[in-house]
Each structure stands twice: as C-alpha cells, then as structure tokens.
C-alpha cells in the first residue's frame, strides 16, 4: 500500500498543473478537503479518478451565489455533491438547538461556512450555475433524507430530498458502486433522466415512469399529517434495505413520486481492498495549513477502518438506512498494510489510535442464513433482547489481525477507540479476545454503550437488558485486576429517548447510585432522519407494534430526565428532587441529592465544565464506571 502524494485539483492552476484545461466531474462538499479514506468524499474522488475520470474538489463553496460552482469550469458530465461526513444540522445544532460555535470539519474549526441543509443548497446553486448538467446527490444527508421524513429542527414533516434538492439522482449507503455505474453510462452519452435501474440509487418520476413491480408506502401528504400513517411507512422503508430482500419502494412526494432502488450489493472483501489501497495523501488540503489545519481529521488520522454496516439493531441510529446491516470486512493482510503505512506518516508516535468501523468487533456476517436469505425482516434483531441462536460469535481473525498490527516494527501501541458491542462479546465462549482486549488495547477507557437500565426503554431502543451488561462489567474488571491494570469502563447514557418516563430515569438513576457510576456528559435523545426512534419521537407509536409509545418533548420533562442522570451534581440537586417527588421517590434524597437545601439558600456551586462532542453528538468527556470502589474524580483521565 503505497501513500499518495498528489490531491485531486481543488483550482484552476492545480488543473493547468496537471494539463487538464477541463474535467470530468466536479466533486462538492460540505467538508473540507481532506484526503483520507474516513472522509466520503475523498473516497468517492480516489474511485471516480481510478476509474481514469478527470475529478477536481469544490469544498465548501460559497453557498450564497451559483458563481462559485464554477470556479472549476464546466465539467464535461455532471456534479456529484455530498453535504459531508455529518449530517450539516447536527453540525450545526446541539439536541437543544442551540447552534454551536465550532465545525471541526472546516479548516480551523471554524463555523458557517455551510449552509443548514447544505446537500439541498448545493445541489440547488450547482442546478443554476449549469441547467442542462446532471446532479448526483449522495453522502450521510441524502441518504437519510431520501423519503418523506420527520425534521427535527423544523418541527414538521418534509418531502424528500429529492424533491426539495432537484437532484436528478439521489444515491444512498456506501456509494462506491452507485458512483461508477452512474459515470460509466453519463459518459457513454447516457442522460440521466433514462438511468433508473441501478441498485442504490431513487430517482423521481411521475406515475407513467413508476416501475412494473414495487412496494409503495403512503405519500408525503399522508405522512405529514396521519402519524399512523408515517409509522406504517417507516417500517416499510426499514423492512426494505437489504440488498438480497429488499423491494423496489415507491412513495409520492408532492406532485410525483419517489422511487427507491433496492441497495446496492455491499462490496466484498476484494473490493473493500482495493478501496482502501486507493492513493490517498492522507491528510487534509495544503491550503490549509495557514489555518492549523481541518480538527475532524485528529480522531482519525492514525486509525484504521476494518469493517462496515452493523447488525446491532438499535433503534436511535441511522447505520440500517444508511450503510446497512450487512458486516462487510477488509482482509487481515490490506489491514497490516495500513498499519504500516501507518508507521511511515509524519507525526506518528507509535500508536494506532483504533482499529474499528461502525462497531469494532464486528467482521463476519451475522449468520450463515444471511447470505443467501438476507437481513431478518420485522424489527428482528440479531443481538437484541437475546442473542440469535443463528448468531456466528467469533473473535479469532479479528484478534489475529491485531496481533500482526502490535507485532509492526515502531507500533507500540494498538487501541480500539470506537467503541465495541459488549453484548457481541460477552457471548464468545472462548475468553482469548477478552483477555487481550483488556491486556494491550484499552487505552485506560474503553467505550461502551448501555444506553439505560430500565426494561421499557431498553427494549424501544433495542438494546439488551441490563443484566448483560453487568456480566460484562463484572469480566471486565475481574480481567483487569488480573492483569494488574487500573482501567475503566466509559458509558454512554442516553436520556429522554422515546419510551423513557420519569420514572425509567429514576430507576436509572438509582442504578448509577448503586453502581457508583458518575458520567460527566449526558446525551439527550437527539431525533436525526433515518432512525426508527426518530418515527417513534414524532409519531408517538412504535412502527412494529403500531402501541402507543411515550415521548418526552417537554424542555423540562428533558431537564429533569438529564439531572436525573447526573444526580451526584449540587447544582442539579433542584432538579432531582423536584423528580424524585414527582414518582413518590423521596426515599431517594438522602442518597441521589444529600446537598439538597431549600432554594433560599443559594448554592454556590459552579457549573460542570462542558465538554467537547464528537461526530455522533456525544460528549467525548464521560464518567468511569468502577463497580465497588470510590468513583474518581472528575476530569481524571
């Protein structure tokens, strides 16, 4: 594996650099340019150039004018445009909507230099700058948009994006396939109004353009005011995103109709290589070094992805609609390869950061019966509330792989950062795995995500009861201790997710209490586009079920669920009690709000420092859990 040490032209004179006076395709992005196999984009500009198009990069382009999406010319073919590697509203708003002061995908970190809603504002200005070219929509926020759907920060159901964006092609998930496909024929002379069969890919089209066999779900006039309706849709969506099951699906928008290819088949093994040996440089666009660089790519810059899709199954997360369930994996040997290359980068101290994906220790397909059945259908879950009895629990290659990744010359270290299904592990009869994850990669915390302990709202989140994840904590500390190690368990806790009462947040409160679990941050529900949780927020039902679910919307119905979580904090001492009396709690007090005063007695307390969030939202600053013992202080790393 070879690093490479050219960008894709980003101007005219990087153009003229290399004699191109035109190109093939112009690539826009919500981020900035960095070329690494973490960033959509970058992938999509190293596949299209394999392909031996002519590609140039317009990153973050100036959203208030049409002029700017042509400082590149005009590309022989067309644009294909993603709004970047998060979602821009999450980028640009806390769960409270508060807009935040920092996009650590631009260069500095600095914010508004896109637009809310930027996939829908490109694809828009690059239709005005050049009416007659076609656009190809992709990336997290088109996937995700790509039905009629719920908007958090609008409140209100919109159409799809494919509607509101004039996009000519939406292509959704992993688009590697999609993207070659739509090239190979926009240059064969093919227009994109006639491309209307490749997997991965909506498209829209009025009713004497619908297909002959489909599934349709209720229309975006439906959805926007019949919640029934919107939750028989959702599942419908849900139920039809496997690439062997899955059905043409076809929902009207405002005057036409959206149809959904099935997904595109998951690159395999081979292909998965190949995409990672792509000549990436690895680093973001020289032109921002005046600058200190793009922030986003420090989580990444000496990590490593070995897998994609997650058949975790919970509720609150977009992977199903997006790169899917199905677990794909690169080879042991491209892996080492990246390590070792790894090794060889400016900057590198002897430690891979993580060797991780969407969840770490996922690398085989959930079953046998999957390759040739596909996905269970119907809100089954593979893990969730037990484990399949089909389930394929195996962790030798990947420990194998890490092992050859420790043994590298200049490695001195190899982590796992992202985050690992503790429930998936728990279940391997054989401890080796266990045994070294504890052993060599846990750099003093290691991420793991319960979520909650409360039977009712694990199960609307799809997790597992709680029980597993004290048999876990239990081996996890019992190894420890045997390998003569001070490490810790990292939680994420949510709050107020659909299906959390107040009197579920008691309960895990009292856990947490009983446990001597203190986490720093608290993730509030935060309703993005593409989850079923999501659906269960806005219409109050569970789409499976179609039973009513209860949902938390009040500003202090959240507040009191959050304090809940952080009961040991003085200043939420109000908070707590206020919540502990409202579910005919007060036995609680003296334990979960001992400083408790009546409030004439102001506290002098100050407020918890607030800490930073990574690309999911979360707070990267969590508490410890460490069963049995004094919990540490806060900010103790």
């Known amino acids: 594996m070879q690093q490479g040490t050219e960008f894709l032209p980003v101007s005219r004179q990087e153009m003229a650099a290399r004699g191109w006076d035109e190109l093939d395709f112009v690539l826009v992005t919500g981020d900035a340019y960095v070329d690494h196999p973490s960033f959509g984009s970058a992938i999509i500009g190293r596949v299209l150039g394999a392909e031996g198009?002519?590609?140039?990069?317009?990153?973050?382009?100036?959203?208030?004018?049409?002029?700017?999406?042509?400082?590149?010319?005009?590309?022989?073919?067309?644009?294909?445009?993603?709004?970047?590697?998060?979602?821009?509203?999450?980028?640009?708003?806390?769960?409270?909507?508060?807009?935040?002061?920092?996009?650590?995908?631009?260069?500095?970190?600095?914010?508004?230099?896109?637009?809310?809603?930027s996939a829908t504002v490109y694809t828009q200005l690059a239709k005005q700058a050049y009416p007659d070219l076609p656009v190809?929509?992709?990336?997290?926020?088109?996937?995700?948009?790509?039905?009629?759907?719920?908007?958090?920060?609008?409140d209100t159901v919109l159409p799809s994006i494919a509607e509101t964006s004039g996009a000519d092609i939406i292509s959704f998930g992993m688009g590697e396939r999609q993207t070659v496909a739509i090239a190979r024929r926009l240059a064969a002379g093919e227009k994109a109004q006639t491309i209307r069969d490749v997997p991965g890919t909506c498209y829209m089209t009025d009713f004497a353009g619908l297909?002959?066999?489909?599934?349709?779900?209720?229309?975006?006039?439906?959805?926007?005011?019949?919640?029934?309706?919107?939750?028989?849709?959702?599942?419908?969506?849900?139920?039809?995103?496997?690439?062997v099951t899955g059905q043409i699906i076809v929902q009207k928008q405002s005057e036409k109709y959206l149809v959904q290819n099935p997904p595109a088949k998951p690159l395999n093994?081979?292909?998965?290589?190949?995409?990672?040996?792509?000549?990436?440089?690895?680093?973001?666009?020289?032109?921002?070094?005046?600058?200190?660089g793009v922030p986003a790519i420090e989580e990444v810059e000496f990590s490593i992805i070995h897998n994609r899709g997650c058949y975790g199954g919970c509720n609150f997360c977009a992977i199903t609609l997006h790169q899917g369930r199905r677990v794909t994996s690169r080879s042991v040997e491209s892996v080492v390869e990246e390590g070792e290359l790894l090794t060889r980068q400016p900057g590198f101290k002897g430690y891979i950061h993580d060797v991780g994906g969407p969840t770490a220790n996922f690398r085989l397909p959930s079953c046998k019966e999957q390759m040739t059945k596909g996905m269970c259908q119907g809100g089954?879950?593979?893990?969730?509330?037990?484990?399949?009895?089909h389930l394929l629990v195996n962790h030798t290659e990947y420990l194998s792989m890490l092992r050859k990744l420790r043994a590298l010359p200049g490695v001195k270290k190899v982590f796992i950062r992202s985050g690992i299904r503790y429930d998936y592990l728990i279940w391997?009869?054989?401890?080796?795995?266990?045994?070294?994850?504890?052993?060599?990669?846990?750099?003093?915390?290691?991420?793991?995500?319960?979520?909650?302990?409360?039977?009712?709202?694990?199960?609307?989140?799809?997790?597992?009861?709680?029980?597993?994840?004290?048999?876990?904590?239990a081996?996890?500390?019992?190894?420890?201790?045997?390998?003569?190690?001070?490490?810790?368990?990292?939680?994420?806790?949510?709050?107020?997710?659909?299906?959390?009462t107040l009197n579920d947040a008691v309960i895990l409160a009292e856990y947490l209490y009983k446990h001597k679990i203190r986490p720093e941050q608290v993730q509030d529900f935060y309703p993005t586009p593409g989850t079923v949780s999501t659906c269960m927020f806005y219409t109050g039902l569970d789409p499976y079920t179609m039973k009513p679910v209860f949902v938390e919307k009040t500003p202090e119905g959240k507040a009191l669920q959050r304090a809940l979580l952080q009961y040991y904090e003085p200043r939420n001492a109000e908070k707590v009690v206020k919540a502990l009396?409202?579910?005919?709690?007060?036995?609680?007090?003296?334990?979960?709000?001992?400083?408790?005063?009546?409030?004439?007695?102001?506290?002098?307390?100050?407020?918890?420092?607030?800490?930073?969030?990574?690309?999911?939202?979360?707070s990267v600053q969590q508490g410890r859990f460490t069963p049995n013992s004094k919990p540490p202080r806060k900010g103790r790393k």
Not at 72 to 87: A, E, Q, T
Not at 214 to 243: H, P
Not at 441 to 457: D, I, Y
């Open 269 to 292: 093994r081979k292909e998965l290589d190949k995409v990672a040996a792509l000549p990436f440089t690895r680093r973001w666009h020289p032109s921002y070094d005046a600058v200190g």
């Open 428 to 473: 391997d009869k054989n401890d080796e795995f266990f045994k070294e994850l504890v052993e060599h990669h846990v750099s003093g915390q290691l991420k793991v995500a319960p979520e909650h302990c409360a039977p009712n709202t694990l199960k609307y989140m799809g997790k597992p009861p709680v029980e597993v994840f004290n048999k876990f904590s």
């Open 475 to 500: 081996k996890f500390y019992e190894l420890t201790k045997k390998a003569g190690k001070k490490q810790y368990l990292v939680p994420y806790l949510m709050s107020s997710h659909p299906g959390s």
């Open 380 to 389: 089954k879950k593979c893990l969730a509330p037990s484990p399949c009895p």
């Open 581 to 618: 009396r409202k579910t005919g709690r007060e036995d609680l007090i003296p334990l979960l709000a001992p400083t408790w005063k009546p409030r004439r007695e102001k506290s002098t307390s100050a407020p918890a420092p607030r800490g930073r969030n990574d690309r999911q939202g979360r």
């Open 136 to 154: 190809i929509l992709g990336g997290l926020e088109a996937s995700l948009r790509r039905f009629a759907h719920y908007d958090y920060w609008m």
């Open 211 to 243: 297909p002959d066999r489909y599934v349709e779900c209720a229309g975006f006039a439906k959805v926007s005011t019949d919640k029934a309706a919107y939750a028989r849709a959702c599942r419908i969506q849900m139920d039809n995103q496997d690439s």
């Open 53 to 117: 198009y002519r590609v140039g990069v317009l990153s973050q382009p100036d959203y208030t004018t049409p002029e700017s999406f042509k400082a590149l010319g005009k590309p022989r073919y067309g644009f294909f445009i993603g709004g970047g590697n998060v979602d821009s509203m999450v980028a640009h708003y806390s769960v409270a909507k508060i807009r935040r002061n920092v996009d650590e995908y631009t260069p500095g970190g600095v914010a508004g230099k896109r637009p809310d809603r």
